[in-house]
């Protein structure tokens, strides 16, 4: 007997094959899928106490946000239509100097009930203020999700970084090695813990030897921001003598576990050796078109693909991107290259679903148990209503979701067995009571650091 048996609903379960079942069936046991198939062969031999009937319902693999900053949930809005160097570094590093650890905690849960509310079930943090405040928020939510610890030791007069977040390299070793000890497989395996170098401005050659061999000790991933934006390899040159990417590779970080996010300005043998390695990457196409990054100008995301590199979504976070619906980003994904290239047939709705489900999965080093519907994986799993007019009857699903929909179709989203939203209504926390604690830890901070973004028009 089953513990959970969703019946007559139409499933992709990214399996191998990408077999779709169009009156299909999941049955789950504890936190694992014990059936997947036709419900006429499923459902006679899987009986549960939860049957969810998913008539016209689209079920996936829950979707996975390869990258997403969940301190900066409280800053939405310092973002909007300014250059990355204003953001990161007169705005945002300011912001999280100035985060209690209680608002950590706040902007965390806050961005992962959004999250959840799109049908996201698993995060990749890139590191922030208070790793143990986001760790126990994603607890309390019942998301799955990698943590890591910010790590940076160079501060240049062009890069200012707050006096309390200044560390040397030891520290930063010290620090993650033991958020690694307390995090990594918490909530029974659901939350496990990387390494990070934030930016690749402000870490030293030995941080990031440090970094890596730290990382292979434990076989966990490394999280790095790198050839992220126009400028930046330029200013690399001037500073170390190399490009991003060809810095890392010659100190040795290149390997399955780099984990390198953004990434619009590789050149072509960067590219070959990524692939050699097979090094992920991570694509965050609402935070590159907020942000001006030139990711999809730069027309490198598909060749990147093409070399045979896996390449992950990312939201960033609902500041560098102004929202965490990775439907949303899926889009972006699958139309705004085709644009580029002036090709109709290049990638599309079932490259992007990828992207989100398997493709995450595999770069987060986690595709043995999550991002695709098979017998044995974890049950993390999103029910999308296609009920709403903009499903328009008859059309195929998936392209439905992708080009039409948004992550509000997520009706029912389950994780790791548990049904953590049902109905829209979320089972784990009081998200009115989060909406309304947020309100006034935002007007907290924003007092305290002075930092306001008024519209340039007048309001009255």
């Known amino acids: 007997m089953a513990d959970i048996l969703i019946r007559n609903a139409y499933v992709v379960t990214m399996n191998p094959d990408r077999v779709i079942y169009a009156d299909g069936a999941v049955a789950i046991t504890g936190n694992r899928i014990t059936a997947v198939g036709p419900t006429a062969d499923v459902a006679p031999e899987n009986p549960a106490p939860l049957t969810i009937d998913g008539r016209g319902m689209l079920v996936t693999p829950g979707l996975i946000d390869a990258h997403h900053h969940p301190n900066q949930y409280l800053s939405n809005g310092i973002g909007d239509d300014c250059d990355i160097m204003t953001l990161l570094y007169r705005r945002l590093y300011p912001y999280e100097a100035a985060l209690t650890e209680e608002e950590a905690y706040l902007s965390a849960l806050g961005g992962f009930v959004e999250a959840i509310q799109y049908g996201t079930t698993c995060f990749n943090d890139p590191g922030g203020a208070s790793p143990d405040a986001f760790g126990r928020a994603a607890v309390d939510v019942g998301i799955r999700g990698i943590l890591t ?5 160079i501060y240049q007069d062009g890069t200012p970084i707050p006096e309390s977040m200044k560390e040397d390299a030891e520290t930063n070793l010290r620090e993650t090695a033991a958020l690694i000890d307390r995090w990594h497989g918490a909530a029974e395996g659901r939350i496990r813990a990387w390494a990070s170098l934030r930016y ?13 061999a730290l990382a292979d000790d434990r076989g966990i991933g490394i999280h790095a921001h790198a050839a992220a934006v126009k400028g930046e390899n330029e200013a690399m040159m001037e500073v170390f003598g190399e490009r991003s990417l060809t810095r890392f590779h010659k100190l040795g970080l290149f390997g399955p576990n780099l984990y390198l996010i953004h990434m619009g300005y590789p050149d072509e043998r960067e590219v070959d050796l990524m692939a050699e390695s097979d090094v992920k990457v991570v694509h965050c196409p609402s935070a590159s078109m907020l942000g001006a990054y030139g990711v999809f100008q730069n027309g490198m995301m598909p060749a990147m693909a093409t070399a045979g590199i896996t390449i992950a979504l990312g939201t960033d976070s609902a500041t560098a991107g102004g929202h965490l619906d990775m439907v949303r980003e899926m889009y972006l994904a699958a139309a705004g290259h085709k644009d580029r290239y002036a090709d109709a047939t290049l990638w599309g709705a079932y490259k992007a679903l990828e992207m989100a489900t398997i493709d995450g999965a595999r770069a987060c080093l986690w595709d043995d148990e999550i991002g695709s519907l098979e017998v044995g994986k974890k049950a993390d799993v999103v029910l999308f209503r296609m009920q709403g007019i903009e499903w328009h009857p008859g059309r195929n699903p998936v392209n439905a979701l992708v080009y039409s929909a948004t992550g509000k179709a997520a009706d029912t989203v389950i994780i790791d067995g548990r049904v953590v939203m049902r109905e829209r209504v979320m089972l784990t926390v009081d998200d009115r009571a989060v909406v ?6 935002n007007a907290a901070w924003r007092s305290r650091t002075g930092v306001t973004t008024p519209p340039p028009w007048p309001v009255r």
């Open 149 to 153: 610890r910010s790590t940076r030791d």
């Open 200 to 212: 690749v401005f402000n870490v030293s050659d030995d941080l990031c030897r440090g970094i890596k």
């Open 436 to 441: 309304d604690a947020l309100h006034a830890a």
